[in-house]
């Protein structure tokens, strides 16, 4: 039996992965806290330890779980940019779930996307008082509106697909483009150029931080909308919030912070936020912040728990694995 100390833990993924980790020989032992280096050491004992995207796995982390002898990180997530992979290499095996749920992320942009253009949020806080006035409330037909799509992975091209069932005209960038595709690609220049909305659906990498920064922001059509729902640090976020109040970003609908971390995932509704730049961003009328929810679908976490159970289970029994960062 192998004992994994699983981070982070939210009643729904204990939920998940209770339903099946019977299938393998694996004990969870379930903690609330973020992995990173003040509780790392409850993984002593442990054989994996199974981790989030705003858990804080750096140097000091990664020597703690080799001196625990701990040879595996598991992430029950797609994204990897909070692993310090550089140090990593050859110490230990980093694993992920590449593709839990695409329709998930891309239907979650979409909703946002109609909610903020057809003011789907502000309409239910007026119903909610009793105000039935219509002022203020006019959006614009999809049909025929220009989309681009960053990044034309699998959520990048659901996200393509819902669109064409919208009737609009898709630009895509992907430094890496599909082959053989009808995807219509262009360089990112003329994304900004010539989409009335845009569309973040990449991981970051070094090369793609602050991908929406004041000079790309610049190049943008007045009014533009901008959708994040992959990783905060593809938007420099004060030159977001410059954009808003100039009013040359007519919207934003962000699932992702790129200062999240300690954050999302938590109640602080009776708490004092102390990062002015989010507060703000939050209290504009044209920006819909949700709290990195896109995933969450039963299927996506079926699909998570599954996977993650799958890709300990092949480290553990010395099968090839298919779902290594490195």
């Known amino acids: 039996m192998h004992k994994i100390s699983f981070y982070n833990t939210k009643g729904y993924d204990k939920i998940s992965f209770d339903k099946r980790k019977s299938q393998y020989q694996i004990e969870i032992e379930y903690y609330k806290n973020k992995l990173n280096e003040k509780t790392v050491k409850l993984a002593e004992g442990s054989d994996a330890v199974v981790a989030f995207v705003n858990d804080t796995i750096n140097e000091k982390v990664i020597d ?5 002898g701990i040879g595996v990180i598991a992430m029950r997530c797609a994204g990897f940019n909070n692993v310090d992979l550089a140090y990593a290499k050859d110490k230990i095996k980093v694993l992920r779930v590449p593709a839990y749920s695409p329709y998930s992320v891309a239907e979650h942009t979409m909703g946002l996307l109609l909610s903020l253009n057809r003011k789907l949020y502000r309409a239910y ?3 909610r008082e009793f105000n039935f006035s219509l002022n203020g409330l006019t959006g614009f037909d999809l049909r025929g509106k220009t989309v681009g799509v960053v990044g034309t992975g699998n959520i990048g091209r659901v996200f393509i697909n819902i669109c064409k069932g919208f009737q609009m005209n898709v630009l895509a960038y992907d430094p890496y483009p599909v082959k ?12 900004c150029e010539k989409s009335d909305i ?18 790309t922001i610049a190049k943008m059509k007045k009014g533009v909308f901008i959708l994040n729902t992959s990783r905060g640090g593809l938007i420099d976020s004060e ?22 971390t300690d954050i999302f995932y938590e109640d602080y509704s009776g708490k004092i936020i102390e990062d002015g730049v989010l507060t703000r961003l939050i209290s504009l ?24 159970l799958e890709n300990l289970s092949d480290y553990f029994e010395g099968r090839p694995l298919k779902n290594l960062v490195q």
């Not at 973040?200 to 070094?206: A, D, F, W």
């Not at 977001?240 to 790129?258: C, F, P, R, T, W």
């Open 125 to 127: 806080n007026r119903t």
């Open 64 to 68: 703690k779980l080799c001196e625990y």
């Open 198 to 215: 845009i569309s973040l659906h990449c991981p970051l990498v070094k090369e793609n931080y602050h991908l929406v920064n004041e000079e």
């Open 285 to 308: 009328p044209n920006v819909f912040v949700t709290s990195h929810q896109a995933f969450l679908t039963n299927e996506a976490l079926a699909n998570i728990a599954e996977s993650t």
């Open 239 to 260: 030159a977001l919030l410059k954009g808003l109040i100039s009013q040359k970003i007519g919207a934003a609908g962000l699932d992702v912070y790129e200062d999240e």
């Open 180 to 191: 053989d595709s009808d995807i219509h690609y262009v360089d990112f220049q003329e994304i």
